[in-house]
């Protein structure tokens, strides 16, 4: 259990639907990222949220549209994808002061699976 | 452009067999240098953060070092348990919540 839960673990899609992915995290942390991690990639950020302001990659294309209704719990909403789109979709939260040494607390993640 | 590579891209150990994996950096301000452990299906798990040159950090099996350019994490006498991909990533000057991530090395470590 790390503090970081997100739901569905494993998702298979087509490319006209409409699906969402939730993480929510019970750390008490004020940030939330998404990530994005293909076979033999490193991970890409996709998505910060942080004291409530968003900041984005400006290569993640507008099919992906994220949510932070507050401090505790993230979405990652998705329409028309295409299947280069299949990847395990990592959330991670932090804290952004105090004792915090700079790490990142990961979910296990979404498995995205675009036909 | 701010990059960070790892290698070797994977590595096969016999359990007892001591090795260090690499990764080196070019950013253009660090404000600290992070090892991860992923296992297969899983979210990446935090090992260390490191600062400055010189710094070195242990844990277990493990032991982290820093020099200006590159980071190694030294295993010394692994086990089958120590096998996992092992991620870098450094946290830039620019934009405290942007990390850049390494490919990762993916170790077997085999009984």
């Known amino acids: 259990e790390t503090g970081v839960t997100q739901t569905p673990r494993h998702l298979v899609m087509g490319m006209t639907n409409k699906k969402s992915l939730k993480c929510e995290q019970h750390l008490g942390h004020n940030a939330m990222y998404w990530y994005k991690q293909s076979a033999k990639k490193p991970l890409e950020l996709m998505f910060v949220?942080?004291?409530?302001?968003?900041?984005e990659n400006n290569s993640v294309p507008s099919r992906f549209s994220p949510e932070c209704p507050n401090s505790s719990h993230l979405f990652l909403h998705l329409h028309t994808l295409q299947p280069e789109d299949s990847a395990l979709y990592l959330c991670?939260?932090?804290?952004?002061?105090?004792?915090?040494?700079?790490?990142?607390?990961f979910g296990e993640g979404s498995r995205l699976t675009v036909l | 452009e701010d990059q960070v590579t790892q290698s070797p891209e994977a590595l096969r150990l016999q359990e007892g067999e001591s090795s260090s994996l690499n990764c080196s950096y070019t950013?253009?301000?660090?404000?600290?240098l992070f090892w991860y452990r992923q296992d297969p299906g899983k979210g990446p798990e935090f090992l260390f953060t490191?600062?400055?040159a010189g710094e070195e950090k242990e844990k277990e099996r493990l032991k982290a070092t820093l020099t200006k350019k590159e980071s190694f994490l030294h295993i010394t006498a692994p086990k089958p348990e120590d096998s996992a991909t092992y991620l870098c990533a450094v946290r830039l000057v620019n934009y405290g919540q942007n990390f850049v991530f390494g490919p990762g090395t993916r170790l077997s470590v085999l009984p």
């Open positions: 490191l600062y400055s």
């Open positions: 950013v253009s301000g660090l404000r600290g």
């Open positions: 991670a939260s932090s804290p952004l002061a105090g004792e915090w040494t700079g790490e990142l607390f």
């Open positions: 949220y942080s004291l409530e302001e968003r900041v």
